[in-house]
């Protein structure tokens, strides 16, 4: 069965803190990606990358960093984290093909106090 | 930029009834539109892949349509249960992988 990890499902952190959030994926894809989901909002991508060490901004990028060391790793990093960051984070990952689907983890809910 | 754009936030039906869902895209001729459906507090799940060539796909009591001349696929979802409330989103993918804000769907017993 093929699956997307996330390191947390739920994160409590102070204003300032520098988070990492941690994606793991098991079926060798190229593509990872991390999403926030607010509501009414939607998905908006926030980083993406498709190969080690690659990285590509999204459309909201700002306030994030990421790092992908292994394949089947992707890190999304707060460096340092605001009360508008508090939202849902979700990881993906898809082979690099345009026919092919993305597959999420279970998302990390994060709260910045 | 590339935008995808998606009828509205709810839709709520009888059950039994048809519902469809739309999506809107701009500045962009992608060769690929996705659909997946989303749960509360859960990732979305795949649901279905149409090509730019294919006018209509199904799959079990879901059809999508992909009109690249309106810029636009409709979602259906036939015979609809309580079962089938969720939040649908369509989305495109070349290089990056983008999504519109989904719809919610509620089916009434």
């Known amino acids: 069965d093929v699956k997307v990890t996330q390191s947390s499902r739920y994160l409590v952190k102070r204003t300032g803190e520098k988070v990492f959030l941690e994606c793991v994926q098991d079926m060798d894809h190229e593509n990872m990606f991390w999403y926030r989901q607010d509501p009414g909002l939607g998905l908006r991508l926030i980083y993406f990358?498709?190969?080690?060490?690659?990285?590509e901004k999204g459309d909201i990028p700002e306030g994030y960093s990421v790092s992908r060391e292994k394949k089947e790793r992707f890190s999304l990093i707060l460096e340092s984290a605001s009360t508008n960051q508090t939202s849902m984070y979700l990881c993906?990952?898809?082979?690099?093909?345009?026919?092919?689907?993305?597959?999420f983890g279970q998302g990390t809910r994060l709260t910045v106090v | 930029s590339q935008k995808i754009e998606q009828n509205s936030e709810a839709l709520n039906i009888q059950e039994g009834k048809t519902a469809t869902l739309t999506c809107n895209y701009t500045n962009y001729s992608p060769a690929y539109l996705q659909w997946y459906r989303q749960d509360p507090g859960r990732g979305p799940v795949f649901l279905l892949l149409?090509?730019?060539?294919?006018k209509e796909k199904r799959k079990e009591r879901l059809k999508v349509t992909f009109d690249t001349t309106l810029k636009q696929s409709l979602f259906h979802i036939t015979a609809s249960q309580p079962a089938d409330s969720a939040t649908y989103l369509c989305a495109l993918k070349g290089g990056k992988l983008i999504f519109g804000q989904g719809t919610e769907l509620s089916v009434k017993p």
């Open positions: 149409i090509r730019e060539n294919e």
């Open positions: 990358s498709y190969d080690v060490k690659m990285k």
């Open positions: 993906a990952s898809s082979l690099l093909a345009e026919n092919t689907e993305a597959f």
